[in-house]
């Protein structure tokens, strides 16, 4: 858990950290990397680790914990089937 001011970095941070954990392959970062920085917003590569959704990262919000569950439950599901 997190917890910090709006804007602070906060999903940043634990990006970051799942990265360096070996938690998020690095070709999955180089191609968050590359498209963050299409959208201007190049430092919040680490941040989509959490922002499954495109809507999520086009307003650069996370969202509320439960629904950060769904969608990860939704993508692990895509992956699987």
């Keep these: 858990m997190s917890i910090g001011h709006v804007d ?3 999903s940043t941070l634990m ?3 799942l990265h360096e954990l070996g ?3 690095d070709r999955v970062m180089e191609g968050y990397q ?3 920085s299409k959208m ?3 430092s919040f590569a680490y941040a ?3 922002d ?3 809507e999520e990262r086009e307003r650069y919000v996370s969202p509320p914990p439960f629904f950060l569950l769904i969608s990860l439950l939704i993508l692990t599901l895509e992956v699987i089937f």
């Design 23 to 25: 938690e998020t392959e």
């Design 40 to 42: 201007g917003k190049g």
């Design 48 to 50: 989509w680790t959490f």
């Design 15 to 17: 990006g970051r950290v």
């Design 52 to 54: 499954a959704l495109e």
């Design 8 to 10: 602070a970095g906060k």
């Design 34 to 36: 590359r498209a963050s």
